[in-house]
């Protein structure tokens, strides 16, 4: 209700803006030739003075932009979802024709509705017309409007035409408006060509967030193919980052051949924390399809820190799968350090089973 009495000022406002842009300075118009006498002029009323002074008022006001008066429905809602629908009322509202213009408005907007509306409509325009979208995000002033709207209009043309979204990111200036797009345009091609996206990572500039688009995009690549994203991976020379790229490549891998993922993880990187954090990934995932193999990997695994909690979520996962069979493996476990710390976290994982069966169990009589 909210929403619909916003948009009804807003049409009611935009209507009367162009009344008033088309009103005449006059409100008698006199006709050519010689002017009426006096006796042949209409005698005021009440009402028409009335209305000749809110006529006065109005015109010494400044007229709002029309982008702000769309705004007015947005910035009335709280509600997330009716925001929302506000905003896509207010981006149907604009023409094709009005779409540049309207945008230039919006770039001299700094309020959060502004930046809001105004990348929705380059997503807009960037679906019907991605190079002129592109043409006019890229002659913005140098700051932050400029990096968002190459950025939408490269994720947007992405979606239709990879190539020749990667050639106009390859034409725009050295700037941080560049890197924005690369990264933007990388995230979207590593989803179905991670080895583009990992080309277009590779030309930014070492930074945090090219480092985790590396990541993520070899972890996409070895969904597909681990081998392959595992040697590019240890071919990488900055040895910190490499040993990221092969931790993904492990994770991303362990649910298609848990076996490779582990030896990758055991043999390819360097014994600490991230060694620890991927095996335990590893272990996790290779668990939920064949916790019998992960648990004769895990028991064969060397005495290192990373291997208390290997076998902690080994078997919180196979208890909850199947109790009987992950206690076998204990049993006929040698006695020893292993054996205990499997009993220890067993005992555990069924204690953690009944107290959550126990919570969701219906109490009281008919």
Do not use: C
């Not at 006709?31 to 010494?60: I, Y």
């Not at 950025?151 to 390859?170: F, H, K, M, S, Y």
């Amino acid at each position: 209700m909210k929403t619909m009495i916003a948009l009804g000022l807003v049409m009611f406002s935009l209507l009367l803006v162009i009344a008033l842009r088309r009103s005449s300075t006059t409100l008698y118009p006199v006709s050519e030739g010689e002017p009426d006498s006096a006796e042949s002029q209409p005698r005021p009323t009440a009402a028409h003075t009335r209305n000749v002074a809110s006529h006065a008022l109005l015109a010494t006001q400044p007229v709002q932009p029309i982008h702000a008066i769309l705004l007015v429905a947005v910035e009335a809602e709280t509600d997330s979802d009716r925001r929302s629908e506000a905003l896509e009322h207010a981006v149907e509202s604009v023409s094709d024709a009005e779409l540049p213009a309207m945008l230039d408005s919006l770039v001299r907007d700094i309020s959060p509705g502004a930046a809001e509306l105004r990348q929705l409509l380059v997503h807009r325009w960037a679906e019907t017309n991605a190079p002129a979208a592109a043409a006019w995000a890229t002659q913005l002033p140098e700051g932050s409007a400029r990096r968002a709207a190459l950025e939408q209009v490269a994720i947007t043309w992405a979606n239709a035409d990879l190539p020749a979204t990667a050639g106009w990111v390859r034409t725009l200036p050295e700037d941080d408006g560049k890197q924005a797009a690369t990264l933007g345009l990388a995230y979207e091609a590593a989803r179905t060509e991670p080895l583009v996206a990992l080309e277009l990572a590779s030309t930014s500039p070492p930074t945090r967030e090219r480092d985790d688009l590396l990541v993520h995009s070899v972890s996409q690549w070895a969904g597909t193919d681990s081998a392959a994203a595992a040697d590019w991976a240890a071919s990488v020379p900055d040895s910190s980052l490499r040993q990221h790229l092969l931790a993904a490549v492990a994770v991303a891998s362990a649910e298609q051949d848990g076996a490779a993922a582990a030896t990758l993880a055991v043999n390819g990187l360097v014994a600490g924390e991230e060694q620890d954090r991927t095996v335990v990934s590893i272990v996790q995932r290779w668990a939920q399809n064949s916790p019998q193999a992960a648990a004769s990997w895990v028991s064969q695994f060397p005495d290192i820190p990373s291997r208390e909690p290997a076998v902690q979520n080994l078997l919180a996962l196979w208890t909850a799968q199947d109790a009987k069979a992950a206690g076998n493996w204990l049993r006929e476990l040698p006695a020893g350090p292993l054996r205990n710390l499997g009993i220890t976290a067993y005992d555990q994982a069924l204690a953690d089973r009944d107290q959550t069966s126990a919570a969701v169990a219906p109490t009281g009589g008919l």
